[in-house]
């Protein structure tokens, strides 16, 4: 079993080909073993974004803080804390803040599948 804190894991910095005014933490990650899936942990001050992707897995987020939007094929869709989002492979996406405080969600992957958080 391994047990840690969100206030244990650095915030990163997302790599700004990816997102504006974000922060990641990698909860639980391959480093530590994880057989099959990741955490990460997105953070983005008023303003933050991510650039519209695609990725060729399947990722699940939920939103635990303020008030944002994804955007996808179908438009436009407003989150707030409690809201879980599936998106599919190859699915078009993006992610924005619109509120004036941080708006943060826990996201899902497959193992090893994406680093684009990190710089």
Known sequence: MYVTSIDDV??????????????????LSQEIGVPNFE??????????YTKEDRHPFEHEVFVVRGE??????????????????????????HFKNQGTEPFGFICLIPRGLSRAGKK
């Open 68 to 93: 944002g939007a994804v955007v996808g094929e179908n438009g436009e869709r407003k989150l707030k804390p409690g809201d879980a989002i599936y998106i599919a492979p190859h699915e078009v996406h």
């Open 10 to 27: 650095k915030a990163e910095e997302v790599n700004p080909d990816h997102a504006e005014k974000a922060t990641v933490r990698w909860l």
């Open 39 to 48: 955490m990460r942990y997105f953070e983005f001050k008023a303003g933050g």
